[in-house]
């Protein structure tokens, strides 16, 4: 499974059910606690949790074929996980799903752009949670727009 370009798709479905697992768990336990809903930021944030795991892993190059394959999966994840796991808040999973596939698309793509110009090596360790922090940084812009 090292070089399967899938591989991005398989750790976000990991990251986002790690994620709803502990959402729902959260909500059952501390059921007036203020969680945080599954909004553009938190999508962006757990792509971006998914493609540096996939970067520190094992570095591979992202060709056009596999990121089309990557953002329709990325959709069914964001689609169906939360719905399915009832942390959507309402949400219905035809949005959830259009909205994670446009996140994860363009989240793999500028990242990898951004890891393709930085090819650092073993000399910068941090850089490519650097990049997913930058890249997280400037997309605060999405904040409310779901």
């Known amino acids: 499974m090292k070089q399967n370009p899938l591989k991005r798709a398989a750790l976000l479905a990991a990251v986002v059910g790690l994620t709803c697992l502990g959402l729902g768990l959260a909500g059952a336990l501390a059921p007036m606690a203020v969680l945080p809903k599954l909004d553009l930021p938190l999508m962006l944030g757990l792509s971006l949790i998914a493609l540096t795991l996939d970067a520190y892993w094992n570095r591979t190059e992202l060709s056009w074929p596999a990121l089309a394959a990557n953002t329709v999966l990325g959709g069914a994840v964001f689609a169906l996980l939360p719905w399915c796991a009832g942390v959507a808040g309402g949400v219905p999973a035809l949005t959830l799903g259009l909205a994670g596939a446009a996140v994860f698309g363009v989240s793999a793509l500028l990242y990898a752009a ?25 997309g605060q812009c999405l904040g409310g727009l779901l």
């Not at 951004?114 to 400037?138: D, F, H, S, V």
Request: charged share 10%.
């Open 114 to 138: 951004a890891m393709e110009r930085i090819a650092t090596g073993p000399k910068a360790p941090l850089a490519p949670a650097g990049a997913a922090l930058m890249l997280y940084l400037a």
